[in-house]
């Protein structure tokens, strides 16, 4: 039957309230008495926390109660959280290890008098040396920042792979090996060597991170927060108070975006707490933007990679090794790390790897979950040695990659053979649209053009775990009940268009249930582009379960087998005699004989996989995120200044469920890369943060996008989801970076092997020669 | 010190009550609870907090209530008809998928009715220039040029 719904570029769900104002983020969010949160951060990277004393601010007229470590250790809690390791205390115990670190927080009638009472609290620190690089981290004599490695009891699966505490500062270590490289590189006609660093940027979500909480007379908590993970935010809330997960229940409200920045534990354990303290009242955090800064990063990291090239530009081997700075807590790191390192073979076939990737402890803010997911980081390198290979070898770039392009049956780092992925097609997509044949524009006084291609792949969680209830009402009508977030990529308008197609209703009866984790069933998470594909087939089969009560029902009452009748706009029809149907409403009213009734269906998918602790083979995912970018850049000789005119980028989405949404994901992720590539370093100067602002840390307004931003879908199917839809939310972020470097190479012979791009390196590298 | 205020919101008047410090954003969200606008960065800098103060796009994060006492304040709630008919920049926005998570779409939806709104049929790169205090980390701002390109014809 042809699809009505699913392909078909319904508008955004809550659109109204959207234009007008309206829609509830969590920073709305006013509940009767509640009181407001201020948090008191450590100035110092690394210091002992010696004394802290709130007596005074506790005095202070309107302040309702002061957080510190004496509450923490005094309760029969477990003050340290973290999603893999335990490294991160509500509010520091005996040590600070990143300046920026919650010290103790206020909690008062209003925000001023919260401000006052900060004044108040009086800490005495011990500072000590501090490291802020995650090479000079594992040297003999660093600092150690965390004497004790704690590990989540319940661990996810995925790591169990993983290395841990393997050297000094090391939080987590993972690694690939794959045949031979050194009879690899004994192979190779030219081997390309080079290191390449990305600094520590920040998501910049323009909402900043909210949570709402209570704390009711028999103990249960309750949270609003804006998180991209009710369901493991209720697991580590859980966790910390040593409560069963019925007594902590987490709502979502849709989120102004996350990219990564509001997964796991993050606004909610300091205002559970304070919540705790006062039994019964309402606490209200929401960070300010320099605080947002001080929460979470993207990793920075240092990749040191070789490759053996033939001269026919094939691959024989890839020897590399990346540290990934962690900052001062684990929180995703290990599987940030992991992930990122055994996706350094890139899209391609390369049979002999020798992987190395640590995961390294510094006192700088905690590196957490960022769209691209350490995979950027690395295929900034592998792409741009792309692109070396093919100008020593006297290649074009768009062929050396034809190649090598992985198809389906041959094998990804960690032995994973390939089905149904579309690099190539990816690929072959942008080089059409940015017209890699047609001569580039010719330089015009001092400026040049280039061009540039990239194309990577991403793992997706896995294993990983969703869940989906369907509810259908009385008249017909359904509720869909996930833990999934809308943080704008329209994941409730894309579940609900599966869920309508799937019972053949139409959209304005299909209602998608916001995330509460009383109600709406287990989901792993938002994030690593998996809801689509995950809890989009756990709707699906939610879904046909109704769809089989339906069926059953009318069989009984159409007097049909089941195999003859199929489902029609709300309607159960008899196959060739259309005239013999009825309404779901109706077969309700039928099986109950009264307008009462529910039926509920269940669905679920808990993929598979794992990896060798030694040679990181086997599954490392269930599906793949494949993405290619093409950019066509301006480069001005004299200045330096770039101006990036196209990016163009293609992105396998399976079956895109809704095309506009999948563009906004495609053009949004080349647009927050672009920024990432040119734009954005947090910088550090005696340990602390030094432009935590949106006015030190630039943003490009409608002005600096190019001129011509392309979204192409490619749609080869999945065959485990009902549509064949896979997750492409982060696809285009990998190659977006590396594009660009390579389009400046091409139009200047610029080589710049750290981001942000900033006219003085381009100036340096044309000057002196060499990669800066 | 408090100060007595009379502002005038989506033509409605209000007499309030204000503190010395108190910013527009404040005033709107607390007081009014108008939740339209909102902070983004407190800087001045992203434009989530843009209102229109007597027709011209202020950041209401940095914008002290007491300072535009009589004025007129228009914010996004007030951009639709009172019998809810979207504005036709709102249903632009819509239909060319010119947001996502929008929290910034209320600010560059008031900002660029100011500007089409003066001269409806400004250059492009000019329209952009001074869209520029309007930041969108989500959509990359391709679909909003988008929306901006087709709404002309209908204002």
């Known amino acids: ?772 | 010190m408090k100060h007595v205020v009379r502002l005038t919101v989506n033509g409605a008047e209000h007499d309030l009550l204000v503190r010395s410090e108190e910013t527009l954003l404040e005033t709107l969200r607390d007081r009014l609870h108008l939740y339209g606008a909102r902070e983004g960065c407190g800087v001045s800098v992203c434009g989530a907090c843009t209102v229109l103060v007597n027709g011209e796009p202020v950041s209401s994060c940095i914008q002290l209530t007491r300072l535009v006492d009589g004025g007129s304040v228009e914010t996004v709630e007030g951009m639709a008809s009172p019998d809810g008919t979207l504005h036709p920049l709102q249903e632009a926005f819509l239909e060319h998928g010119a947001l996502q998570c929008a929290f910034c779409t209320p600010g560059i939806l008031l900002t660029a009715k100011a500007i089409l709104e003066r001269d409806r049929d400004i250059p492009e790169e000019e329209l952009h220039d001074l869209l520029s205090g309007n930041l969108c980390r989500c959509t990359g701002y391709e679909k909003i040029r988008q929306a901006l390109r087709a709404v002309r014809a209908r204002l």
């Open chain 1, 1 to 772: 039957m042809p699809l009505t719904v699913v392909g078909t570029s319904v508008p955004i769900a809550h659109g109204i309230e959207k234009v007008n104002g309206s829609l509830t983020y969590t920073i709305n969010l006013e509940l009767p008495g509640m009181a407001h949160v201020k948090i008191l951060r450590s100035p110092y990277p690394h210091a002992r926390l010696v004394r802290v004393d709130a007596g005074r601010a506790e005095r202070l007229r309107g302040v309702a109660a002061v957080l510190t470590r004496d509450d923490l250790l005094r309760w029969d809690i477990d003050p340290y959280y973290g999603p893999m390791v335990r490294d991160q205390p509500i509010v520091a115990i005996d040590k600070v290890v990143y300046a920026g670190e919650p010290v103790a927080a206020v909690a008062a009638d209003d925000l001023q008098t919260a401000e006052q009472a900060l004044d108040l609290i009086e800490v005495e620190y011990e500072p000590l040396p501090y490291v802020l690089d995650p090479i000079e981290a594992m040297r003999d004599d660093a600092p150690i920042i965390h004497e004790r490695l704690r590990e989540h009891s319940t661990g996810f699966e995925d790591v169990k792979s993983v290395h841990w505490g393997v050297g000094r500062n090391v939080c987590s270590y993972s690694r690939v090996r794959r045949g031979d490289v050194e009879q690899g590189f004994r192979e190779a006609d030219l081997i390309v060597e080079g290191e390449y660093r990305t600094p520590v940027q920040q998501h910049c979500a323009l909402e900043p991170h909210a949570a709402v909480a209570r704390v009711r007379d028999d103990g249960a908590i309750e949270c609003y927060t804006s998180t991209q993970n009710p369901s493991i935010v209720r697991d580590g809330i859980a966790g910390i108070f040593k409560l069963p997960l019925s007594k902590v229940r987490v709502m979502a409200p849709y989120l102004g975006a996350g990219y990564g920045a509001k997964t796991y534990l993050k606004a909610e354990p300091i205002t559970c707490a304070l919540a705790k303290k006062l039994r019964g009242r309402w606490v209200k955090l929401v960070l300010t933007r320099e605080e947002v800064f001080l929460t979470v990063t993207r990793h920075a990291a240092i990749v040191r990679m070789r490759t053996g090239f033939r001269k026919d530009g094939t691959i024989t081997a890839r020897e590399a090794t990346a540290w990934f700075d962690a900052g001062a807590a684990a929180d995703v790191g290990p599987r940030t790390a992991k992930n990122g390192g055994y996706s350094m073979c890139g899209p391609y076939r390369i049979p002999n790897v020798k992987f190395d990737t640590y995961n390294v402890y510094t006192n700088k803010v905690p590196s957490g979950a960022f769209r691209g997911f350490g995979v950027a980081q690395v295929s900034w390198a592998y792409e741009q040695q792309m692109d070396e290979a093919a100008r020593r070898l006297g290649l074009d770039p768009l062929e050396i990659r034809r190649r090598n392009i992985a198809r389906d049956g041959d094998r990804f780092s960690t032995g994973q053979v390939f089905e149904g992925v579309a690099f190539s097609e990816c690929l072959e997509a942008v080089a059409r649209e940015l017209g890699w044949d047609r001569p580039k524009p010719a330089p015009r006084g001092t400026k040049s053009y280039g061009r540039g291609l990239a194309v990577t792949v991403k793992s997706s969680i896995t294993p990983s775990m969703s869940s989906a209830m369907v509810k259908m009402d009385e008249d017909g009508s359904i509720e869909v009940l996930t833990s999934s977030v809308d943080m704008g990529q329209g994941c409730e308008t894309a579940l609900a268009q599966i869920a309508a197609e799937a019972l053949s209703l139409p959209l304005e009866r299909v209602k998608f249930y916001p995330p509460d984790t009383d109600v709406t069933p287990y989901d792993q998470g938002t994030q690593s582009s998996r809801c689509t594909f995950t809890v989009g087939t756990a709707v699906g089969r939610a879904a046909a379960e109704v769809r089989e009560q339906l069926l059953r029902l009318a069989s009984e009452q159409l007097e049909a087998r089941v195999e003859d009748l199929y489902l029609e706009g709300g309607h159960v029809v008899v196959r060739g005699a259309p005239e013999r149907r009825i309404s779901y409403e109706d077969l309700i009213r039928r099986k109950y004989h009264m307008r009462v009734g529910t039926l509920v269906g269940r669905g679920e998918l808990k993929t598979e996989g794992g990896l060798d602790r030694e040679t990181g083979q086997g599954i490392a995912s269930a599906w793949w995120l494949q993405g290619a970018v093409g950019a066509e850049v301006e480069v001005d000789t004299e200045t330096g200044a770039v101006r990036v005119l196209r990016l163009v980028g293609a992105a396998n989405a399976g079956k895109a469920i809704n095309p506009l949404l999948v563009e906004g994901q495609i053009e949004g992720a080349m647009g927050q890369a672009l920024a990432l590539t040119l734009y954005e370093e947090m910088v550090f100067e005696g340990g602390q943060v030094a432009n935590p602002n949106f006015l030190d840390y630039r943003l490009p307004t409608v002005v600096e996008a190019p001129s011509e931003l392309r979204a192409v879908i490619i749609e080869k199917p999945h065959p485990v989801h009902p549509y064949g839809a896979i997750g492409c939310g982060e696809s285009v972020v990998p190659p977006t970076a590396p594009a660009i470097a390579n389009a400046i190479a091409d139009a200047c012979g610029a080589r710049v092997i750290s981001p942000p791009i900033t006219p003085e390196k381009i100036l340096r590298s044309i000057r002196e020669g060499r990669p800066v």
